[in-house]
């Protein structure tokens, strides 16, 4: 049955933070947590009564440091990272194909959909589809820094995001609009980036926006590849 | 099984908006839908392929205007409202102990808890309760107008809320700290203006608060009287 997660949002960079939880069991896991928002998120687990066993990042982020790292230290939770993205300090380094198994016989599913950089990750749970930066409600992220490939994007959407089931719940890594969820089915009818477009169409369209280079990129990756934690911790 | 909700926000005066689905139907009921994000609400609906049968409100807002007209005119689903609120134009005028039905086998339980409005009602569906502005997260709503009444809300929490199983997951009318779900066990154990509080204490507190009158209140009540729709109309 599709449960939905517990959808928190950092304002500052529009991230989006989630809590997975099911039946049976009181153990989590919390995917792309922000790390000013580290006290919020534990006071949420506190609240309900829930046991943090993993944190998840869906890739090492460019607008935003992670809380991995603290919450990873308060809690006693290990921290799971897509292999590729050289976020050495964490236990668990993910390959396409693996599965986290937490609670009473919850699964996630690890995709490696890489495009939005070249490690990024997107995770599958129970009818939804946590596609960080990849797949954005009517958008994508951009694919112009750490190893992004708009060709990469292209065969991670249409080949293996778009051929979920359709009614798989989207849970973005961002939104700047005040949305929360959409769906795979309408993502790959409607799409404004990515539906119905050719390889080469998507690919000029991505190299003709021209958008700034992050503010924090300098400070974010390395710190990200760190779990958030300072240098030398 | 707790399901959550989709929960959607309005960050211009803090609301809260809640989509309930289940299972087995397409059917959903949306609660306390906010006027300017009529759009967004309805394009979730359509990406998730559902179908709205309800709009319910907690009680006739001060503070936003209400969708809920506008949804209904859209939709076809039926506005169901708190009996006590004047909401003329609605179909269900609710009374504490109904059930309203929905999808297979969907059931949504009305719970009248005056105090911060005197027609406030909460609204329980499989392991959540909607507090609209009765309970906050560690905190709860205003009693200075509407025919609000400290007494009534300290009753409303006491009795009847905090009486609900304690893993209830408590989704509130408002957040102003990003915060998003809490249980009736932690708000019972640690809401900073009701736990372990005697009714004098409370009534005494309230009654100090001082607050500002809401700016939007002289045109909102009327408008939300009306289902946020034009007078006349
Ligand atoms: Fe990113
Ligand atoms: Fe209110």
Redesign the pocket.
Same mark, same amino acid.
């Given at each position: 049955m599709n449960l939905n997660p517990i959808q928190l949002f950092d304002t500052e960079s529009s991230t989006f933070t989630y809590i997975l939880t099911g039946p049976g069991s009181n153990q989590a896991v919390i995917i792309d947590p922000v790390d000013h928002h580290w006290e919020r998120d534990l006071r949420h687990l506190e609240r309900l009564g829930l046991q943090l066993v993993y944190v998840l990042e869906t %890739?090492a *982020?460019? !607008?935003h440091v992670t809380s991995a790292g603290k919450l990873r230290e308060l809690t006693g939770a290990q921290a799971a990272v897509p292999s590729g993205c050289g976020i050495a300090p964490a236990e668990l380094q993910l390959n396409d194909g693996d599965v986290i198994r937490f609670g009473d016989g919850e699964e996630i599913k690890v995709l490696h959909t890489p495009g *939005?950089?070249a490690g990024s990750m997107s995770y599958i749970w129970r009818g939804n589809a946590f596609t =960080? !930066?990849t797949l954005l409600i009517d958008g994508c =992220?951009r694919t112009d820094f750490q190893s992004g490939s708009s060709d990469a994007l292209y065969d991670s959407v249409s080949a293996k995001l778009f051929s979920l089931p359709q009614e798989t719940r989207m849970w973005p =890594? %961002?939104d700047y609009k005040g949305q929360a969820v959409s769906t795979i089915g309408w993502e790959k009818r409607h799409n404004v980036r990515l539906a119905n477009r050719s390889r080469e169409d998507f690919c000029k369209l991505m190299s003709e926006l021209n958008l700034p280079k992050p503010k924090l990129i300098d400070v974010a990756v390395p710190a990200n590849q760190n779990l958030g934690l300072p240098h030398g911790a």
């Open positions: %890739h *982020h460019a !607008d *939005h950089t =960080g !930066d =992220g =890594g %961002h």
